[in-house]
T-cell receptor, first 109, second 115 residues
Framework: RKEVEQDPGPFNVPEGATVAFNCTYS??????FFWYRQDCRKEPKLLMS???SGNEDGRFTAQLNRASQYISLLIRDSKLSDSATYLC??????????FGTGTSLTVIP | EPEVTQTPSHQVTQMGQEVILRCVPI?????FYWYRQILGQKVEFLVS????????KSEIFDDQFSVERPDGSNFTLKIRSTKLEDSAMYFC?????????????FGPGTRLTVT
């Protein structure tokens, strides 16, 4: 089983829509969780950390369900600039990260 | 805003040649990482480095690879004898805390093409 699994999409949504991405991880000992975004041929950029209680940053909300080993990202009021690939990233015990394959989002005018 | 820098942006090399990819992490960061991303595939962890030694490495990071922090600012990845399958984007990242606690910041990457 892969360390981190994501639906690759693509998700094509109109501007203003709400879209949700899901991610599952296999190692129950994983300790830290993040969402990164990656634009085409660019480096991953941190979008937000994911905390156990859930957290929000403007239009973005992240949730963590440790029992189900599941992470989600909700984007409200989608903007054209949100078009990117969203990467779910999980830290296993130890100093390394595991990346999902990413979910592609295109926001359509 | 401080950022991670990498040079060169693109490196073309012949199979069997040695390459050195260079990174300058954010100045107050203590933890350094190399990742690779083959075109169209996911980002893969290669190695983490702290206190002048490797703290973790993946199965990809075999004897052909080595890392070094030759001075107070640079962090390098060396591939001793490149293979065609080493063609990828290589990202350096740094963090001020252990991965379990802190976010990583990525450089813009070096695109390595092995011919």
């Amino acid at each position: 089983r892969k360390e981190v699994e994501q639906d690759p999409g693509p998700f094509n949504v109109p501007e203003g829509a709400t879209v949700a991405f899901n991610c599952t991880y296999s190692n129950s000992a994983s300790q830290s969780f993040f969402w990164y975004r990656q634009d085409c041929r660019k480096e991953p950029k941190l979008l937000m950390s994911v905390y156990s209680s859930g957290n929000e940053d403007g239009r973005f909300t992240a949730q963590l369900n440790r029992a189900s080993q599941y992470i989600s990202l909700l984007i409200r009021d989608s903007k054209l600039s949100d078009s990117a690939t969203y990467l779910c990233v999980v830290n296993r015990p130890g100093n390394q990260f595991y990346f999902g394959t990413g979910t592609s989002l295109t926001v359509i005018p | 805003e401080p950022e991670v820098t990498q040079t060169p942006s693109h490196q073309v090399t012949q199979m069997g040649q040695e390459v050195i990819l260079r990174c300058v992490p954010i100045s107050n960061h203590l933890y350094f990482y190399w990742y690779r991303q083959i075109l169209g595939q996911k980002v893969e962890f290669l190695v983490s480095f702290y206190n002048n030694e490797i703290s973790e490495k993946s199965e990809i990071f075999d004897d052909q690879f080595s890392v070094e922090r030759p001075d107070g600012s640079n962090f390098t990845l060396k591939i001793r004898s490149t293979k065609l399958e080493d063609s990828a984007m290589y990202f350096c990242a740094s963090s001020d805390r252990l991965a379990v606690q802190g976010e990583q910041y990525f450089g813009p990457g070096t695109r390595l093409t092995v011919t």
